[in-house]
């Protein structure tokens, strides 16, 4: 098994462009999330999704989208992008008990907004 | 306040040193994570409990639920133990909230 796995690893954008972080896993979990990480803070919850066709938002969802049309896939879209998304992205999936299972987390993905 | 406290937020200790790493929480909770993450950025879940003790390795995990607090324990550290730790609490099923870490230093 892969396990989580993200792409890209690192990402530059303008201010205003958009784009979509990818996330993937082959453990057949039910729940995946998005975390973003920055300096000083702890991880923050922006997404969520406790199945196919399920998304409910987390602590910090403004700026982005996100869809859940399979099982497997998680992508994150960040719709305009402005400096203050400038982070760490960290995707990560558990079974069908959500935020009380063990967590897997993927490598995540360094974004730099300019 | 935040709902997930740790500390020290760094930590130095020479190689075979025993560390104790703790976590305050406020919200109720079913079950506490403990996660590690490496300098290279990865994050991995070492522990998940709701009760008692539990062990693996070198590394040691207790929680007290009236007290709202946890500890990470780790006996006869060694450099290859340097990373940052992470408490997590589950708001409800869905939500973690996560400790903004502690960075651990251990030097040969």
């Known amino acids: 098994n892969a396990g989580v796995t993200q792409t890209p690893k690192f990402q530059v954008l303008k201010t205003g462009q958009s784009m979509t972080l990818q996330c993937a896993q082959d453990?057949?979990?039910?729940?995946m999330s998005w975390y973003r990480q920055d300096p000083g803070m702890g991880l923050r919850l922006i997404h969520y999704?406790?199945?196919?066709?399920?998304?409910d938002q987390g602590e910090v969802p403004n700026g982005y989208n996100v869809s859940r049309s399979t099982t497997e896939d998680f992508p994150l879209r960040l719709l305009s992008a402005a400096p203050s998304q400038t982070s760490v992205y960290f995707c990560?999936?558990?079974?069908?008990?959500?935020?009380?299972?063990?967590?897997?987390f993927g490598p995540g993905t360094r974004l730099t907004v300019t | 306040k935040n709902e997930v406290e740790q500390s020290p937020q760094n930590l130095t200790a020479q190689e075979g040193e025993f560390i104790t790493i703790n976590c305050s929480y406020s919200?109720?909770?079913?079950?506490l994570h403990w996660l590690q993450q490496h300098p290279g950025g990865g994050i991995v879940s070492l522990f998940m409990?709701?009760?008692g003790k539990k062990k693996h390795g070198r590394l040691i995990a207790t929680i007290n639920i009236q007290e709202k607090h946890s500890s990470l324990h780790i006996t006869a550290s060694h450099p290859r133990d340097s990373a940052v730790y992470i408490c997590?609490?589950?708001?409800?099923?869905?939500?973690?909230?996560f400790g903004t870490g502690t960075r651990l230093q251990v030097f040969p």
């Open positions: 990560a999936s558990s079974y069908d008990g959500g935020s009380v299972w063990e967590q897997y």
């Open positions: 453990m057949n979990h039910e729940y």
């Open positions: 999704s406790v199945g196919a066709g399920i998304t």
């Open positions: 919200v109720g909770i079913s079950a």
């Open positions: 409990l709701s009760s």
């Open positions: 997590a609490v589950p708001k409800n099923t869905d939500k973690l909230i």
